[in-house]
């Protein structure tokens, strides 16, 4: 019985360990790509979005809904 308790809490550790690694890797990924996340509080024309993406540093300030769209577009 403690043989599986450790192995299950030691499993749950690793995989919080792995979750916690991609968001960092991602998380700098974004940095380097000059993409920022969260509430474009900003840009006026997004108001409505809470959640958009922005492209820092274009004089258009445009947001959009989706990452895929911001790294296309911008």
Request: include cysteine.
């Amino acid at each position: 019985m403690r043989n599986s308790k450790f192995v299950a809490g030691h499993s749950a550790l690793v995989l919080f360990a792995l979750a916690f690694l991609v968001l960092v890797v991602e998380g700098k990924r974004l940095l380097n790509a000059n993409i920022n996340l969260g509430p474009c509080l900003l840009h006026f024309e997004c108001s409505p979005q809470v959640n958009c993406w922005c492209c820092m540093g274009d004089p258009r300030k445009q947001c959009w809904l989706y990452k895929s769209d911001c790294l296309a577009y911008c």
